[in-house]
């Protein structure tokens, strides 16, 4: 089992409604989550951290993190064509010393 | 603010060179990482250093070394480059080593 999973998409969704990305690790003991997005060609930038139970929302975008069911969620809401990117999800596992990435979700938001 | 910057952002190396990849940046991090990125196989940890005089191994550690220079600076070593060494190279630092991590720009690399 991956430490980190994500469906790879593409997730495609109109412009305007709201995207979903989901996110399963599989370690409990797991106390900080990420996430990035990354245009093609450039480098992972950081959008949302969460590191307790519950919603966390930052603008248009929500991450859910339930540690109970070990997932973690983003919604992107009143998507718009320029949030179409890849979304890495990413881990500190066992609350150690590295980050660990899911292999992310392909978004297209259609105009 | 230069964030985490990489030298270089492009290299071709020929089958058994040697090269080093530079990394440092400026926010006074303590943990830095070297991760390499494939079509389909997302981002995967090569090395990391939660602190200054601190190396680890990551998932994919073989045919690499780090040198962790000073709290700034930490470089990843190709020793005698191969094909499947062939990626795009990210240096990131973060304050500690639970916290998020902030990337620097890339450094694609082909090795023929």
């Known amino acids: 089992q991956k430490e980190v999973e994500q469906n790879s998409g593409p997730l495609s969704v109109p412009e305007g409604a709201i995207a979903s990305l989901n996110c399963t690790y599989s370690?409990?003991?797991?106390?900080?989550f990420f996430w990035y997005r990354q245009y093609s060609g450039k480098s992972p930038e950081l959008i949302m951290s969460?590191?307790?139970?519950g919603d966390k929302e930052d603008g248009r975008f929500t991450a859910q993190l339930n540690k109970a069911s070990q997932y973690v969620s983003l919604l992107i809401r009143d998507s718009q064509p320029s949030d179409s990117a890849t979304y890495l999800c990413?881990?500190?596992?066992?609350?150690?010393?590295?980050?660990?990435f899911g292999t992310g979700t392909q978004l297209k938001v259609e105009l | 603010n230069a964030g985490v910057t990489q030298t270089p952002k492009f290299q071709v190396l020929k089958t058994g060179q040697s090269m080093t990849l530079q990394c440092a940046q400026d926010?006074?991090?303590?943990?830095m990482y070297w991760y390499r990125q494939d079509p389909g196989m997302g981002l995967r940890l090569i090395y990391y250093?939660?602190?200054?005089?601190?190396?680890d191994k990551g998932e994919v550690p073989n045919g690499y070394n780090v040198s962790r220079l000073n709290k700034r600076e930490f470089s990843l070593r190709l020793e005698s480059a191969a094909p499947s060494q062939t990626s795009v190279y990210f240096c990131?630092?973060?304050?500690?080593?639970?916290?998020?991590?902030?990337f620097g720009q890339g450094t694609r690399l082909t090795v023929v």
């Open positions: 926010m006074n991090h303590n943990s």
């Open positions: 990131a630092s973060s304050p500690t080593a639970n916290t998020e991590a902030f």
């Open positions: 990413a881990v500190n596992p066992g609350g150690g010393n590295k980050l660990t």
């Open positions: 250093s939660a602190s200054e005089g601190t190396t």
């Open positions: 370690d409990r003991g797991s106390q900080s």
């Open positions: 969460i590191y307790s139970n």
